[in-house]
């Protein structure tokens, strides 16, 4: 579950608890106190009201705001402040109860009024006076950081009118403004690696231990942290599958990336992340601290690692560690990434403009981008069969330096004993580690800012891990109304899946060639490759 949703939910109920109270409308004017209190009619019970930028209170009545003018025992006395000169002075008072709320949500319930207004009221001015105040005191939550949505939600809340609405300063204009009172209520940003983390960001929302791993290492300059709940770290012991993946623009200051790693849990039938993990480099050792930590924290709770299968990049320092410490764990690559990789390749050696320009040598590159796609013990003969054609294919001689250098990495990388398992799609239920890639991009879309602070870090991921218990929840109950709808992509990829086993198949019956099977594979490869 996304953190969108909730933050959604959070903002609605404190924009509305925020603007429970509006601005009264009717406006009505008289020269004689007496009259004035009884045909102002104003609202009864508590008065709107809006902080000033001194974090002082104006109440506003049909067009109008009052400053705190005098306690008393029986309620407060304020004054209209809507001129500060004194000649033309309006005289007239507001008579409250005292403060029925709280300094943070204060409530004052309305008495009387006694004077005569001497101009007229602004309440344009008024309500853009409150939209600010209140769109500053929502922020200033922890939870609910300065955001376009919260602007639009508060908007809507506050029922503004297309005039009201035109003399609203832009999100952009106060953005830093809101982002110095949403910071103010934060704990101060680090600048060493070993800091203290509060508990409000080392617990989940229901107040169980949310940072199971807190490891430094070489010299106190490097340091581990891994977010995952007791519950999340227990379903990826479990789990039959897990997927793994970097991304670094969601990483905070003083980490080089957050390593994410999700499993498929057999009871909800759901993959979902399990832990997050903020790392200081991509090295092996780093790799390797991390995971004989996590396997050490699954023997102090009884676990035992049951994951049969997984799927990562091809990040070398992932590789080997995985090798070293779990050798009897199948470890599949991600074809995408496979492709990617290709593509770099191809930018290097100076061939991608002529690989999108030149048909030969697109359908030369298509098919040695689909040799994965065949059974391991026909991959290098299949290897073999391109390296042949790029000497007899006249039409690939202008390329043939570039060919070579293509070649000799190809075989170096992707035909290395080990590897070749790894990058071979052929025969596997998964040829791409979408799930991570799709999470990715959610995670990223949901934080506030690129390289969030640590604090707004943690509390998306608080946020997330709140969502992984409701899908665990809806998952273990059976419920009905909560089905698994398959997206175009995954009906595409299974329908890609079924041509490369039919493909396959008519190769190992001979009813085709390898020549004809690259063919036919290179189809399957995708448009955008």
Known sequence: MSLSSNNLNTTTAESKSIAATTINP????????????????????????????????????????YQKFKEMKSGIKWWCCESRNKSVKCRIF???????????????????????????????????????????????????????????????????????????PSFNSI??????????????????????????????????????????????????????????????????????????????????????????????????PVAWILLNDKKGATYRILFKQIISL??????????????????????????????????????????QKIVKRMKKYGLWMH??????????????????????TKMEEAFQLIEKEKKTDRKLKQFIPQLNKMLFYYKKQWLAPGMIEMVC?????????????????TLKSIMPRRKPSIWQFSRVLKMEETGFRIKMAQGGTGNSSVKLIKGSNVIASEQITEQINEINHQLIKKKIDLSSALNKLRECVGTKY
């Open 94 to 168: 507001l008579y409250t109860s005292c403060n029925q709320g709280d300094d943070h949500h204060p409530q004052y319930d309305f008495k009387k009024v006694i004077g005569d207004h001497n101009r007229q009221p602004d309440k344009d001015k008024l309500i853009i006076q409150k939209f600010k105040s209140d769109l500053k005191q929502m922020t200033q939550s922890p939870t609910v950081p300065p955001s376009i949505a919260t602007y639009n939600e508060l908007a809507a809340t506050m029922k503004l009118g297309k005039s009201e609405m035109a003399q609203l």
């Open 298 to 339: 699954a023997k102090t709770r009884g676990y035992e690692f049951s994951t049969s299968n997984i799927m990562s990049d091809y990040e070398s320092g992932i590789i080997s560690t995985l090798k070293e410490l779990f050798p009897q764990i199948k470890h599949d690559g991600c074809f995408f990434h496979y492709l």
């Open 26 to 65: 009717e406006i009505i004017i008289s020269s004689k106190s007496s009259e004035l209190s009884t045909t102002m009619r104003p609202i009864m019970g508590p008065v709107s009201y809006f902080k000033t930028k001194r974090g002082g209170i104006n109440l506003c009545m049909n067009g109008f705001s």
């Open 175 to 272: 953005r830093m403004s809101l982002w110095r009172a949403h910071n103010r209520n934060m704990p101060q940003l680090p600048n060493d690696i070993n800091f203290p983390i509060p508990i409000e960001f080392s617990t989940t929302t229901d107040d169980e231990p949310f940072i199971l791993l807190d490891h430094s290492y070489a010299k106190q300059k490097k340091r581990i942290l891994m977010f995952s709940s007791e519950k999340q770290f227990k379903v990826m012991c479990e789990s039959s599958s897990l997927y793994m993946d970097g991304t670094f623009a969601i990483t905070p200051r003083l980490f080089k990336q957050t390593y994410i790693i999700q499993a498929h849990d057999i009871e909800s039938k759901k993959v979902l």
């Open 355 to 376: 690989y999108l320009n030149d048909s030969n040598l697109y359908e030369w590159i298509k098919r040695m981008m689909a040799i994965p796609m065949l059974p391991v």
């Open 425 to 441: 799609v052929y025969n596997k239920s998964k040829r791409t580690n979408n799930y991570s890639e799709t999470y990715n991009k």
